[in-house]
Nanobody
Framework: QVQLQESGGGLVQAGGSLRLSCKAS????????MAWFRQAPGKQREFVAG????????LNANSVEGRFTITRDNTQNTMYLQLNSLKPEDTATYYC?????????????????WGQGTQVTVSA
């Protein structure tokens, strides 16, 4: 069974840091782009950051540029998101996703495998 499993979420004060992980199982995702999305209550799911199949290119949403860093380790079939300088508006459920394509993009339609999500809560 193909699965993506997120971990690393939690409660943190504003200005703090977290590191999210996304572990893939069932098959290798080393040949496709992957990404992080997030969804806050009452809002649509939005793109946060994405990374190409070999890690050669990454893309961040403007709202997280300079604060979040996406990386991947294809030998471990795992993707990471380092969240620094967290703000209360970063509070959301964070989802990892695997694309059908090698190259990263922002649109949800490019991603066909999704994890269950991990909650990130940032207190003021």
């Amino acid at each position: 069974q193909v699965q993506l499993q997120e971990s690393g979420g939690g409660l943190v004060q504003a200005g703090g840091s977290l590191r999210l992980s996304c572990k893939a199982s069932g098959r290798s995702f080393s040949d496709v782009a992957m990404a992080w999305f997030r969804q806050a209550p009452g809002k649509q799911r939005e793109f946060v950051a994405g990374i190409s199949w070999n890690g050669g290119r990454s893309l961040n949403a403007n709202s997280v540029e300079g604060r979040f860093t996406i990386t991947r380790d294809n030998t471990q079939n795992t993707m990471y998101l380092q969240l620094n300088s967290l703000k209360p508006e970063d509070t959301a459920t964070y989802y990892c996703a695997a694309s059908r394509y090698q190259h990263v993009g922002e649109h949800r339609s490019r991603y066909d495998v999704w994890g269950q999500g991990t909650q990130v809560t940032v207190s003021a």
